[in-house]
Structure formats: C-alpha cells, structure tokens
C-alpha cells in the first residue's frame, strides 16, 4: 500500500501552461502518474502535450474527475490556487511554490482547515510525494526511488529528500511512500500526519524521518512517536552546524535562541526511541539493518 496517493490518483497541474509546471507535470506523467488535466485560467481550450487546459478547476474536476491537484504557479498567485483547488472539488494538494508570505500561509491554512477539513494541502515550498512504481506529484526524479517498500520516508529538506530515497534504492531497500512536507514555517501536512499514516499501513515496516533546524516540529514528533509509535524509525537531522539567528535554506530553518537546535530535536527523537544518526548516509545504512532485522 501507500500514503495519500496510488495508481488510482488522477492529477491535474495548475500552471500546466508555464515552464515548471509543464516540465514536471509532463515528467509525472512520463512516469505513469495520471495526469489528466490543467489549468490555466485564459487558456481553456488548449493543451500541452493532449492534457487538456482548462479555464478553472471547477472545470478541470467536473470533466475529468481529477481527485489531486498539482499547484506550480508564481508565489503571488499560490494561495488563490490552493483555495481554488479546495473549492473546486479536490481532496488532495501538492504545492510546490516557494516564496509564498508566512502570513498568507497561515491564512491559507486556516481557511482549509475550517472551510475545507476533508483537504490535505502538502507544502508548500516541498519536493512533493512518490509512491513508487504508482503515482509521483511534484518534482522528485522518479528514477532514484524503489517499488516494493517497506520503508516510509517524510522529510522537511528536499536535497536530503533525495539523497534518502537514494541511498535506500541503491542498497535495494524500496519505499512505500516518500513524502516531502517542506520547510516552511506552516506546513500544511506535517511530521505527525505522515508518522500516522505509515503507522496505519500494514506495507511500511519502518521510518525514515528527515529533519532540521527551526520549529519544534521534530520535538513535536518525537512526543506522537513514544506514545503511539510501534514501528521502527531512523531519523537524520540537518543543520548541527548551523549558527543561531541566520536562516539557512528555506523560511523555517532558523535557530532561535535556545529553540529550535539540531542538538535539542536530536536528543528528544533519540529519548522516544528513535535512531538516530549524525548524515544521511549513516541513517540509510541504519535503515538497510533494520529492514534485514524484520
């Protein structure tokens, strides 16, 4: 099985139309994710490629019965996106645009959540999800991932996203699903949200989890996981280096003062029963122990 997504999936790509979201939107579909429409508002009508372009997602939905939606448009334009997607009949959201105001994030947010509770937004500002060898939304190269699981992997980074996805696949370890939550300050999927799914899905054995610096998400992960938690999990955490009050890669990943540390999130997920390693290559190795163990 997978999380979120499967074989079943039928995807539409807002801004199918412009550079990125043609170029990774006909890549999804290249590796067998079914992508059935786009949207571009203007440009009904057309086409890229024989998906056709449709003025809306209202639509976009109601001719081709698209459940998911691929948002690649500029920062500005993001979070009308992400509401139109809600209120035009789709259940889950894949935004990959960075650069969208914490602010409007937030307000974002909270809209779904209270206008549209049955939507789940991933992202933004995140690599998207594989379930390999079934559906692939975003821009994750579906060539480094592996079919056959049994390892889950959420990660807030989108190199490491990879690298995990790597390092596994060329050890023969495959994933069931590979989810990039991204690492903006308001998350519209998170750590818990993902460590529920796989917990509840009999074909992920184990855990690979990916974090970094800034937030309390990782603390907050650690708590959910000695409580509820009963399969095993590796995790990396990114940014031991990294000096205090200087943003390093993307909008959450700042340290805070005393918040927000390699240090402190390593040592929580480590006190819930966590492995957990000092580089991704070290928690890939830990993993291809753990699945020969099972």
């Not at 994710?33 to 809306?56: A, H, M, Q």
């Not at 081709?64 to 789709?90: C, D, H, N, Y």
């Not at 999800?129 to 692939?136: A, D, E, T």
């Not at 529920?196 to 990916?210: G, H, K, L, S």
């Amino acid at each position: 099985m997978s999380i979120f997504v499967d074989e079943t999936t039928t995807v539409i790509v807002q801004g199918l139309t412009g550079s990125q979201g043609r170029f990774h939107g006909l890549r999804n579909r290249a590796y067998g994710t079914r992508v059935v429409g786009g949207v571009t508002p203007g440009k009904g009508g057309t086409d890229v490629e024989g998906i056709p372009v449709f003025n809306s997602v209202k639509e976009a939905v109601e001719t081709t019965g698209a459940t998911a939606s691929f948002i690649a448009v500029p920062p500005r334009f993001a979070s009308a996106a992400i509401l139109e997607a809600a209120e035009g009949g789709i259940e889950f959201i894949v935004c990959i645009t960075e650069g969208i105001p914490a602010q409007d994030e937030a307000l974002t947010y909270n809209r779904l959540v209270h206008e549209h509770p049955g939507v789940r937004l991933l992202g933004p500002n995140c690599p998207g999800i594989i379930s390999p060898g079934k559906c692939n939304i975003g821009i994750t190269s579906g060539d480094i991932a592996l079919a056959g699981g049994p390892v889950g992997i959420v990660s807030r980074s989108g190199t490491l996203t990879y690298q995990a996805l790597y390092e596994l696949s060329q050890k023969g370890v495959g994933q069931t699903t590979c989810v990039g939550i991204g690492g903006d300050p308001v998350p519209g999927t998170n750590f818990i949200d993902c460590l529920e799914a796989f917990q509840a899905d009999p074909e992920t054995r184990a855990v690979m989890m990916i974090g970094e610096i800034g937030g309390s998400e990782e603390e907050r992960a650690a708590e959910w996981i000695a409580k509820n938690m009963d399969k095993p999990v590796v995790a990396y955490v990114a940014g031991v280096t990294a000096p205090p009050g200087r943003k390093m890669g993307h909008a959450g990943a700042i340290i805070s003062g005393s918040k927000g540390t390699a240090q402190a999130k390593m040592a929580a997920l480590a006190e819930a029963g966590v492995r957990v390693c000092q580089n991704p290559t070290e928690a890939g190795e830990a993993m291809v122990e753990i699945v020969r163990a099972l």
